[in-house]
C-alpha cells in the first residue's frame, strides 16, 4: 500500500521509549473501517529469450515509466530534484521498482478482495500494450528463472547502493533477495494493541505453511532449483536480525507493541535519511542510535519509521499488518493471498480459530520443518503433522470467514471465489511450483518457451 504523506512533527527528536509506539498506536482502527491493500512484484523479460527488463535504454522501465505517464495519468517521482525517475504515482497507489527492476504494483486501500483483484487486472491491462509494443512479457513467478546476477541492472535508488554493501556481510541471500526475488504481499489492519500483536503472531507461525502452499519459484538460472521455492530458500539465508519468524514473541503469553519494538531495536541498521539524502550507518543498532546518536545525528521518529521498513521479517507491522511469505503468483492466486488472510484476520470466529491452530505449532518444530517446506511444499510436515492436513485446515477457517463476511461481487460471489484455484491444489497437495514443472525436461530445447509460457501473467 502507498505511504502516508510526511508528517512534520516526524523530524523531533525521540525522547523517551513510548514514543516508538506511537507509530503502531496511530494505526489502530475500528473493525469496520478494516480495509485491504496488496503488493504484487513481478520481472519483466523478452518475450522470445527471456533476457531480464533492464532500467533504462529502448527496452528499460524508464520507458515503460514514460508510456504510463502519458498513457494512464501517472506521475512520476524523484529522490532528488533532476534526479533518475524510481517510481509512479496515482492517487493513493504507487509503482515502484525492487533494486534488480522488479516492477511492483503498491495499491491502494481497498473494502474487499474483490476490488484488490480488479485493481491487479487493470494494472495488467495498462501494461498489456505496452509491453506488446516492447516485446516484452511479465512473470508472476518467485524468483528469476533465467537470470544470473550478471545479467541484471541496479536501479538507482539511494537506499539500494547501500543495501547492496551491507546486507551481503549478513547472509549469503541478500543480493539474491534484492534482484532475483519477487513477492506478492497482502496488507491489513488491527483495532488494538491485543489485536494487532494476536495477528502477527498468529501469521508468523503459519508463514513457512504459508509459503509452501504457494510455493511458485522452481527455478534457477535456466534449471529445475530443485526446490519448489527458491525464493524460500533465499530468506533461509537472510541477516537473521531483521528477517524470519521473530522467536522472541512466540513465548509472551500477551505480547504488545514494546515486545515488537524491543525486537526492532536491536536489528542492526544500514541508513538514516536527512533532507533528500541517505546516510549509511550499518555499525549500530538502532537502540544504540537511540542512545548514542550518530555523527551528530540523533534519532526521530522519521528514523524509526524508516527503520522498520528496512527490517524483513516473514511478517511484520508497520502502520498496516503486512503478510510477507508469498511468492509471486498469477493473478488469480496473487487475489487468494489477500482473500486467505482476509478470511482468517477479519472475522473473529475465524480469528479464534486460527490463532488456536497456530499456537498448536511450536517454534522448534516450525523452524525445524522451514527446509523441507521450501524444498517440498504440501509433501512436508511439522511437527509430524503433514503440511497438506495443516492446509486444508487453514483453508476451511479462510473460507468460513470469508462466508460471514459476506462481501460480494458484482454478479453475486463472495470472496472465497477467489480461493477456488488454491483449495483445487492443496486438495491435490501440490503448490503452484507443481504446475510450473510439470512434464518438463530441462534439457528439451523448448524448455525456457514453455517456462515462460506458463508462469506469463
Avoid at 27 to 36: C, G, L, M, T, V
Avoid at 196 to 221: D, G, Q
Avoid at 286 to 307: C, I, P, V, Y
Wanted: charged share 25%; aromatic share 8%; net charge neutral.
Amino acid at each position: 500500500m502507498a505511504e502516508a504523506p510526511p508528517d512534520p512533527a516526524d523530524d523531533l527528536p525521540i525522547r523517551a521509549d513510548e514514543e516508538l509506539l506511537e507509530v503502531f498506536r496511530a494505526a489502530e482502527k475500528p473493525p469496520d473501517a478494516f480495509r485491504i491493500g496488496a503488493e504484487g512484484e513481478k520481472f519483466g523479460v523478452d518475450a522470445v529469450t527471456g533476457a531480464p527488463l533492464q532500467y533504462d535504454g529502448e527496452r528499460g522501465v524508464l520507458r515503460i515509466f514514460s508510456e504510463l505517464v502519458s498513457r494512464h495519468g501517472w506521475q512520476p517521482e524523484r529522490e532528488t530534484e533532476g534526479g533518475p525517475v524510481i517510481s509512479l504515482r496515482r492517487d493513493s497507489a504507487r509503482v515502484t521498482l525492487e533494486p534488480g527492476a522488479q516492477l511492483e504494483l503498491s495499491g491502494a486501500v481497498l473494502p474487499d478482495v474483490h476490488a484488490i483483484c480488479a485493481e491487479m487486472r487493470g494494472h495488467l491491462g495498462e501494461l498489456r500494450e505496452i509491453s506488446r509494443e516492447m516485446n516484452l512479457v511479465w512473470l508472476g513467478i518467485g524468483f528469476q528463472p533465467f537470470a544470473r546476477q550478471g545479467d541484471l541492472p541496479w536501479v538507482p535508488k539511494q537506499r539500494y547502493s547501500i543495501m547492496k554493501r551491507y546486507l551481503p556481510t549478513r547472509g549469503a541471500g541478500a543480493l539474491d533477495m534484492m534482484r532475483r526475488t519477487a513477492t506478492v504481499q497482502a496488507n491489513f489492519d488491527w483495532s488494538s494493541e491485543e489485536d494487532a500483536l494476536r495477528k502477527l503472531v498468529m501469521v508468523l507461525r503459519l508463514s513457512p505453511l504459508t509459503n509452501a502452499m504457494f510455493a511458485n519459484s522452481p527455478f534457477y538460472e535456466g534449471q529445475l532449483a530443485g526446490v519448489k521455492s527458491r525464493r524460500g530458500k533465499v530468506w533461509l539465508e537472510m541477516d537473521p536480525s531483521r528477517s524470519g519468524l521473530i522467536p522472541s514473541l512466540w513465548t509472551k503469553k500477551r505480547p504488545g507493541y514494546r515486545d515488537y519494538a524491543e525486537w526492532a531495536l536491536d536489528a542492526g541498521m544500514f541508513l538514516i535519511k536527512r533532507g533528500d539524502q541517505y546516510i549509511a550507518n550499518t555499525g549500530q543498532t538502532f537502540r544504540s542510535f537511540l542512545r548514542d546518536g550518530f555523527e551528530g545525528h540523533r534519532a526521530t521518529q522519521r528514523d524509526w519509521k524508516l527503520h522498520l521498513s528496512t527490517l524483513f521479517p516473514e511478517a511484520r507491522i508497520k502502520t498496516t499488518l503486512e503478510v510477507r511469505a508469498c511468492d509471486s503468483q498469477s493473478t488469480d492466486l496473487a487475489c487468494a493471498i489477500s482473500a486467505l488472510y482476509a478470511g482468517l484476520l477479519y472475522d473473529p470466529k475465524a480469528l479464534d480459530q486460527a490463532d488456536e491452530l497456530a499456537q498448536s505449532l511450536s517454534y522448534d518444530d516450525v523452524t525445524a520443518a522451514r527446509p523441507a517446506l521450501v524444498k517440498d511444499g504440501l509433501a512436508a510436515s511439522i511437527g509430524g503433522r503433514p503440511a497438506r492436513e495443516l492446509a486444508e485446515r487453514v483453508l476451511e477457517i479462510a473460507s468460513g470467514g470469508l462466508a460471514r463476511r459476506a462481501r460480494l461481487s458484482s454478479s453475486g460471489k463472495d470472496e472465497r471465489i477467489h480461493l477456488a484455484r488454491l483449495s483445487a491444489l492443496t486438495e491435490s497437495g501440490r503448490s503452484p511450483a507443481d504446475v510450473l514443472t510439470e512434464g518438463l525436461d530441462p534439457n528439451d530445447p523448448g524448455f525456457k518457451a514453455s517456462v515462460l509460457a506458463r508462469a506469463q501473467l
